[in-house]
């Protein structure tokens, strides 16, 4: 008589890699990353050849020091996280025309445009373009006054990544709130909201025109240096 054969109680695991495989591309195709910690910078381009080198006045430059030890030296002053700010606002807007803040221009419909008479008759194409911009800001916004500020950030090669994240956090927020009351004043609403408008009406060139007038009251100029050993 035929011996029976033995059960087989093993598991056939085959597929299983299969299915593990098909599991693994699921949630790497499906899985969003959080890309909203972080800050946007544009570089700045490189240099044209044989290009005049411009000075900026000392005065201009709000300097940002982060050294090793997680200090902060802000125009030469120890400051902590939440001063910076504030001292920033001040610095760009310079509204008590102090002669240690920014070199300041006031700006009208009437002196826009004539400087760009005067640039255009010397055939600055650039100047043209700049008073250009300021023109259009002043008809929406009224006169205004626009500083030379520069913001210049140094961190340490040992700075931390949180407080080099905090200070341009902070930096960021002086310009932010700045044209956060100028566009609440003007349009009722905030900067924030009137991007947001602006994105989803993209037909409506007024909206633009809003934006590009005050940023051009309150540019965004942060210099960020290559880090250096800046010590303790």
Do not use: H
Request: net charge neutral; with cysteine.
């Amino acid at each position: 008589m035929p011996r029976k054969r033995e059960a087989q109680n093993e598991i056939n695991a085959g597929s299983m890699a299969d299915i593990a495989f098909l599991l693994l591309v699921f949630f790497l195709v499906t899985t969003t990353m959080d890309s909203s910690w972080g800050i946007q910078r544009k570089i700045p381009p490189l240099p044209e050849p044989n290009q005049e080198r411009v000075d900026i006045k000392q005065r201009n430059v709000f300097v940002v020091l982060a050294n090793a030890n997680d200090q902060l030296l802000v125009e030469g002053e120890l400051l902590v996280i939440d001063q910076i700010r504030e001292k920033a606002k001040e610095f760009i807007v310079n509204p008590a025309r102090k002669e240690n803040l920014p070199e300041w221009e006031d700006v009208s419909v009437s002196i826009a445009k004539e400087r760009i008479t005067y640039f255009t008759g010397k055939g600055n194409i650039e100047k043209v373009a700049v008073w250009q911009k300021r023109l259009n800001a002043a008809e929406l916004v009224g006169d205004f006054t626009i500083t030379k500020q520069v913001i210049s950030l140094q961190n340490d090669r040992g700075t931390s990544y949180k407080l080099y994240i905090q200070v341009q956090n902070e930096l960021a927020a002086a310009y932010r709130e700045l044209r956060d009351d100028l566009c609440m004043q003007e349009f009722r609403m905030t900067f924030s909201e009137l991007e947001q408008l602006a994105k989803n009406n993209r037909e409506d060139p007024s909206l633009k025109k809003k934006l590009k007038a005050i940023k051009t009251v309150y540019p965004q100029k942060i210099s960020e240096a290559e880090p250096k050993n800046l010590g303790g």
